[in-house]
């Protein structure tokens, strides 16, 4: 998935509608969800597929709205990695 991709699903997950005023402001919360997750142990593939969109999604928000993660994203994260979504790192 494209970087333009997630950020569009990132939007229409965080109810940012199709506006571009906050493009900007998301994008760098999606490096920084992205970064998280690769050093958490995620592997490549895992963090730029599909499956991990509703967990950027979520870091996103948390990012804006708290500065940090939550526990739901923290045992998210733990999940995908010990179902084999890991690096074994």
């Known amino acids: ?3 333009a991709e997630l950020l569009v ?3 229409s997950l965080n109810d940012y509608g199709e506006n571009d ?3 900007d402001k998301l994008t ?3 490096i920084w969800a992205k970064g998280h997750l690769k050093r958490a142990g995620l592997k490549d593939e895992v963090i730029n597929s599909d499956e991990s969109v ?3 999604a979520h870091m ?3 990012f804006n709205k708290r500065r940090g993660i939550s526990q739901f994203v923290r045992d998210s994260i733990a999940q995908i990695i010990m179902t084999g979504g890991g ?3």
């Open 54 to 56: 509703g967990i950027i």
């Open 1 to 3: 998935m494209t970087d």
């Open 21 to 23: 005023y906050a493009d």
């Open 60 to 62: 996103v928000d948390d």
């Open 28 to 30: 760098e919360a999606i």
């Open 87 to 89: 690096t074994g790192v």
């Open 9 to 11: 699903r990132v939007k």
